[in-house]
């Protein structure tokens, strides 16, 4: 009896790990984060699929993904995408958080590296660099075509929560107290993760890698900076909070970062 139990739980196991998985994260907006917590939770590895790609790449990359694989992108949604997924029966995740920090790292990471989208910033200063993130779309573009500044940056994503079987994660859920959240929201974020995946996470087996998956560990990622909460507050000026509100005030309150314009 023993033995047949042990068996059906090898291939539920198998079954599980089986699963396609796709991480979707806005640039700078918890790449890393959700790539360490997917490890922990599947086993499986991140596969990067490049920016800004062809649906048809996206369908070879699905076609040929290996079974200790899982793909990370910046894969803003279209309906040809939708219906992708929806054909290759992915488990997806979409990574959301505060478009105030996301700007802070996005600033600290395009003045560290100046690659590709970035290399126009190189005679910014650091607050013209914070500004280009809200009100410009020079960068954004190369990825996201369509957009223009920070609010068409994010509205290129929200449609991904329409289908079912997106889990929206939130980074200040899942980031945990180091990062400047909590842990008890970090606990509940990985669980919620996990059942997406229909995956039985034990709680020792959460608390024995909720410390592991903040800051530069297993991913093999070299973008992670900071990693916390509320930077936004230390680094916007009058006119960056007079520019983000003119631009995606709104979106704070479509998200649920704000509840009015009055911040």
Known sequence: MKRKI???LLISSQLIFAKKILSITIPKGGTHLLAETMMHITGKKPQSIGLNVAVQEIDDALNSLASDRFIQNHLYYSGEKNNLLEKHDVVVFLMIRDPRDEIISNTYYTREFYLGPWEYTKGLT???NIMELIVGGSGYKKIIPHANNIDAVYRSFIPWLNNPRV???RFEDLVGARG???DQKQYECI??????LDINLSDDQINC???KIFGKNTAGMS?????KIGAWKTHFNKEHIKAFKDVAGQLLIDLGYEESFDW
């Open 6 to 8: 042990l068996i059906l």
């Open 126 to 128: 650091f607050d013209e």
């Open 167 to 169: 889990c929206c994660i």
């Open 180 to 182: 400047g959240g909590s």
């Open 191 to 196: 669980k919620k993760i996990a059942e997406h």
């Open 209 to 211: 890698f909720m410390p």
């Open 223 to 227: 973008t992670f900076r900071s990693g």
